[in-house]
């Protein structure tokens, strides 16, 4: 099983066909547009004066990058079932959680917060990452990423880390 760790595997809140559920998992897979993310990578390799060759050398082709998400180039509502049930695995009880919480030690419980919040139904992701990390800025297109505590928005029956 995955474990939380600060700012590389981190819990993320799903809710999708009215159905909410958490998942733990790796970070990247939750840049939601990988064509917009590519771009980005390709443009901070050329201002760094890097060559094509380094950043193919180190990224990737494009469909070698999307291969890393299971070639789902764009994370939406239209793809968000194959992708939610490539990482079912990951999906993690809401009383599991809980329990990991309180066994955790008083410094790691950072690593146990949610990360993520990300409403299929309403094309929304909101982030409350703790370090300086632009999942808002690689949602789809008519989505909208909001970085801001979205822990209100979580139903008490979910709510594990208090």
Aim: aromatic letters at 20%; glycine letters at 6%; one cysteine or more.
């Amino acid at each position: 099983m995955l474990e939380p760790k600060y700012c590389e595997n981190i819990i993320v809140g799903v809710k999708f066909n009215k159905k909410f559920d958490w998942y733990l998992t790796q970070k990247d897979l939750w840049k939601m547009d990988y064509p917009k993310l590519y771009e980005s990578i390709k443009e901070q390799y050329e201002r760094l004066s890097f060559s094509q060759k380094k950043f193919e050398y180190d990224v990737g082709s494009f469909e070698y990058f999307c291969g890393t998400r299971f070639g789902i180039a764009v994370l939406d509502e239209k793809t968000a079932d194959k992708f939610l049930g490539k990482i079912n695995k990951y999906k993690m009880d809401t009383d599991k959680l809980q329990e990991m919480f309180l066994s955790s030690d008083p410094g790691d419980k950072v690593s146990f917060v949610p990360a993520l919040y990300v409403d299929f139904d309403s094309r929304i992701l909101y982030s409350y990452f703790p370090e300086p990390e632009d999942f808002e800025g690689f949602v789809p297109k008519n989505w909208t990423g909001i970085y801001k505590n979205f822990y209100g928005l979580i139903k008490k029956e979910f709510v594990y880390w208090k």
